[in-house]
């Protein structure tokens, strides 16, 4: 469906329920990709033994949350693969539970660090390369629980709101520069946690990682050419 051959993908969180599904579709379509996680083990399984490290993928571990460790796999992937074409944020997590006077700074913190602190890290050091090239596509994951606040979710509809809001300044600021910034807001994505937490739950109505990865593709894509700063939902029937 998509073409992406001769083109770059890098994806945050990559060897996680969509970071994976994604960089599959994305080799699939002719990518190629660079998977970026934290753990080595996780992170070079994701596209498989039949997909060595080399010509179309590379494996890049490191620490999302540090300057310097961004950096280093956003330098190590450029000097691999000698261009950026698309980032893919999709490094983020959930915490709830507490009410926020019972709220500890531990949880503010991990919140706003891992889902929006990534995506400015990240950004910030694409965006140059992007602008360089004259190209570029930018896709974000938000959710949307940022829509509206819910109870004892405080920090993490915040944290995911500041995504939206990054989204949209990034957008403004580089549109000019053929750089497409969006993001999407995922309802329940069919995941062993979720399903783990919700046993009950009819998961037909939720949106599997593949999925959401066709949306992620398509506003990777040239047909999005003309989708900047949205936020798109995929909610599936939940
Ligand atoms: N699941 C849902 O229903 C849902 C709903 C709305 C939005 N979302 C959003 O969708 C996105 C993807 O969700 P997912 O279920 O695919 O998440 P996931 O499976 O937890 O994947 C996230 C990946 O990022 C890695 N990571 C975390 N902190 C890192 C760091 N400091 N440096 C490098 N890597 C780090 C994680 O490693 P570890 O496994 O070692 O922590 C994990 O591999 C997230 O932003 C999430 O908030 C999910």
Redesign the pocket.
């Given at each position: 469906m998509f073409d992406f051959s001769g083109q770059v993908a890098m994806i945050t969180?990559g060897?996680?329920?969509?970071?994976a599904a994604a960089a599959r579709a994305f080799y699939r379509a002719g990518a190629r990709v660079a998977v970026l996680?934290?753990?080595r083990e996780?992170t070079t399984e994701v596209l498989g033994q039949d997909v060595p490290e080399g010509e179309f993928c590379a494996y890049v571990t490191?620490?999302?949350?540090d300057e310097t460790s961004v950096a280093a796999m956003v330098a190590e992937v450029y000097n691999r693969f000698g261009r950026i074409d698309i980032l893919l944020n999709?490094?983020?997590?959930?915490r709830a539970g507490t009410p926020l006077h019972a709220t500890p700074n531990e949880t503010w913190d991990l919140m706003m660090n891992?889902?929006a602190r990534t995506v400015f890290l990240m950004s910030r050091a694409v965006v140059p390369h992007m602008i360089a090239a004259g190209r570029g596509k930018i896709v974000n994951?938000a959710?949307?629980a940022a829509l509206q606040g819910a109870a004892e979710a405080g920090p993490y509809v915040a944290s995911k709101m500041a995504v939206i809001r990054l989204t949209e300044a990034l957008a403004a600021e580089v549109a000019d520069n053929g750089i497409n910034v969006n993001c999407i807001l995922?309802g329940?994505?069919d995941?062993p946690a979720?399903r783990a937490a919700q046993p009950a739950a009819d998961f037909s109505r939720w949106v599997s990682?593949e999925s959401m990865a066709n949306v992620i593709l398509f506003l990777a894509s040239d047909l999005a050419r003309d989708i900047n700063g949205a936020a798109v939902p995929i909610y599936g029937r939940g």
């Open positions: 969180g060897a996680g329920n969509l970071g996680d934290r753990h996780t490191g620490n999302l949350l999709t490094a983020g997590g959930y891992l889902n994951v959710a949307r995922p329940k994505m995941t979720n990682p």
